[in-house]
């Protein structure tokens, strides 16, 4: 919506091949202006939002590469994302303008183009990482970060809005613009997918938690291994009919396997058996 207002009011006549930038006009006070500020606004703080959650993200690799080590690997995208907004407010490279005005324009377009791709790609990281921490049993959960991971990357590489409202031909933004709605696609789904499998994980070990106390009073008969058996054959079976029924409500599969639910009854039917040692 900000580019197609901007591109309205100020679109030329006739459209020809033009070197550099043709920044638009923007009101004080005017609809444009206020989007303008709003969308920079914004644009820091989701940068700075996702760099603070990535960090407490991969902190557990301070230990392996070093507390001085980690920060400065980590701080280089924001650095780099920082430096175009110092560059401009405190005139950094005001000397370099005069003098070389080419050089600088390549080398701003630079610090602009690049410092979002940078960030995406740290971002896509840290969720590839924790996919790859995810267990193997947990195929569905490791696939929805999977694609997390790669939204991100793409998100953060096409959100370049100002690209599109500088340069209106030829349209070398227009490309990459056109994945914004793909990529906030893949991200919505990658991380609510995988919240809603997590959910349903936890909800069916509750179900298995609960029916296995119930009848825990079977153990207390003759046949121990046989009870169990017959514990763990019926848990099973209602957990794989709840499992169906929360698939079918959501559309999302859980990722718990039939192997995650014995394990985890065992480790029920061993904490009852514990319990009642104790009374």
Same mark, same amino acid.
């Given at each position: 919506?900000f580019?197609?207002?901007?591109?309205?009011?100020?679109l030329?006549q006739q459209?020809?091949p033009?070197?550099g930038?043709n920044i638009?006009f923007l009101?004080p006070?005017?609809?444009?202006? @206020?989007l303008?500020?709003?969308?920079?606004i !914004?644009s820091v &703080?989701s940068?700075?939002?996702m760099?603070?959650?990535t960090s407490?993200?991969? #902190?557990?690799?301070?230990q392996?590469?070093? #507390?001085v080590?980690?920060w400065?690997?980590?701080?280089?995208?924001?650095?780099f994302?920082?430096?175009?907004f110092?560059?401009?407010s !405190?005139?950094?490279f005001a000397?370099?303008?005069?003098?070389?005005?080419?050089f600088?324009?390549v080398?701003?377009?630079?610090?602009?183009t690049f410092s979002k791709?940078?960030?995406?790609? &740290?971002?896509?990281?840290?969720f590839w990482?924790?996919?790859?921490?995810v267990?193997?049993?947990?195929s @569905?959960?490791r696939?929805?970060m999977?694609?997390?991971?790669?939204?991100?990357?793409?998100? *953060?590489?096409s959100?370049? /809005?100002?690209v &599109?409202a500088?340069g209106p031909?030829p349209p070398?933004?227009? /490309?990459?613009?056109?994945?914004?709605?793909?990529?906030?696609?893949?991200v919505?789904?990658?991380?609510?997918?995988?919240a809603i499998?997590?959910?349903?994980?936890s909800?069916?070990r509750?179900?298995?938690?609960?029916i /296995?106390i119930?009848e825990?009073?079977?153990?207390d008969? @003759?046949?121990?291994?046989?009870m169990e058996?017959? @514990?763990?054959k019926k848990?099973?079976? *209602?957990?794989?009919?709840n499992?169906?029924r929360m698939a079918e409500e959501s559309?999302?599969?859980?990722?718990?396997t039939e192997e995650?639910?014995?394990?985890?009854?065992?480790?029920?039917i #061993?904490?009852?058996?514990?319990?009642?040692?104790?009374?």
């Open positions: 919506f580019v197609d207002l901007i591109l309205y009011n100020n030329p459209i020809v033009h070197l930038e638009p009101a006070g005017s609809i444009e202006a @206020i303008n500020s709003a969308y920079d !914004l &703080l940068f700075m939002i760099w603070g959650a407490l993200l991969l #902190r557990r690799y301070t392996r590469l070093g #507390r080590k980690y400065i690997i980590l701080s280089i995208p924001l650095a994302f920082v430096s175009q110092l560059a401009i !405190l005139n950094l000397p370099l303008l005069t003098s070389q005005a080419l600088y324009g080398f701003l377009t630079l610090i602009f791709p940078a960030g995406g790609i &740290l971002f896509g990281i840290a990482i924790v996919a790859r921490n267990r193997r049993s947990s @569905i959960v696939d929805y999977i694609i997390s991971a790669y939204g991100l990357v793409l998100l *953060f590489t959100s370049q /809005a100002s &599109l500088t031909y070398f933004g227009l /490309a990459t613009a056109s994945f914004i709605g793909l990529s906030s696609y893949l919505l789904v990658g991380i609510y997918s995988s499998s997590l959910a349903e994980d909800k069916l509750q179900s298995i938690r609960s /296995a119930k825990s009073r079977l153990l008969s @003759i046949g121990m291994a046989q058996q017959q @514990i763990q848990v099973i079976e *209602f957990t794989k009919q499992q169906a559309g999302i599969q859980s990722s718990l995650d639910m014995k394990a985890y009854l065992e480790q029920v #061993r904490e009852v058996k514990k319990d009642h040692q104790q009374q």
